[in-house]
């Protein structure tokens, strides 16, 4: 079993919805990060969490410690959003990787 | 991703042929990892340091090996290739081990075919 589950695997919006990228986790960690992955291309850091909410631009990321759980949020999607989101803890200065949610914004 | 290149880009080898993936970092990092990413699943953490002159094995080593001679490059080598290395591989360099302040940055990605 994967330590960091996310849902959904894939999701298809069309431009201009809110979009929610969920994020569970089974284990103690002192941060989680969302990572974005165009096709092809490299993994950018968007967010690093320790608790509460952060936010820039459209995207916003809140994280629940008690839950195990954070979300990525998109509003105003746009189809230069399409991308893999990658959700990852660090616990122990480990990094585990949920498998990612492939995201594809139709104009 | 600003601070963390990756060479090369691009490789095909044929099995059982050798190479070296270098990554090198500017951001005076002591930690380093490289992954690779197979389809449907996450990253998969290979071999890791914590610094200059050390490293670690992590979920997947086999067939791999590693060495951290100098604090900004992390050089991952692969002695005898098999199909099933056949990936795509990261490396990452970590600003602390773990903490509130941990941020990661990733190189471009080494897209690896092993034929």
């Known amino acids: 079993k994967n330590e960091v589950e996310q849902s959904p695997q894939n999701l298809t919006a069309q431009e201009g919805e809110f979009i929610t990228i969920n994020c569970s986790y089974s284990?103690?960690?002192?941060?989680l990060h969302w990572l974005q992955q165009h096709p092809g291309g490299g993994i950018v850091s968007l967010f690093m969490l320790s608790s509460g909410k952060k936010k820039h631009g459209r995207l916003i990321a809140t994280i629940n410690i008690q839950e195990k759980h954070s979300s990525l949020h998109i509003t105003a999607s746009h189809p230069r959003d399409s991308a893999v989101y990658i959700c990852?803890?660090?616990?122990?200065?480990?990094?585990?990787f949920g498998t990612g949610t492939s995201l594809t914004v139709i104009p | 991703n600003a601070g963390v290149t990756q060479t090369p880009k691009f490789r095909v080898l044929k099995t059982g042929q050798s190479m070296t993936l270098l990554c090198a970092q500017d951001?005076?990092?002591?930690?380093m990892y490289w992954y690779r990413q197979d389809p449907g699943m996450g990253l998969r953490l290979i071999h890791y340091?914590?610094?200059?002159?050390?490293?670690a094995k992590g979920e997947v080593p086999d067939g791999y090996n590693v060495s951290r001679l100098k604090k900004q490059n992390f050089l991952l080598g692969l002695e005898s290739a098999a199909p099933s290395q056949t990936s795509v591989y990261f490396c990452a360099s970590v600003t602390n081990r773990e903490g509130a302040d941990t941020e990661a940055f990733f190189g471009q990605g080494t897209r690896l075919t092993v034929v």
């Open positions: 340091s914590v610094g200059e002159g050390t490293t």
């Open positions: 284990v103690g960690i002192s941060a």
């Open positions: 951001m005076n990092h002591e930690y």
């Open positions: 990852a803890v660090n616990r122990e200065g480990q990094f585990y």
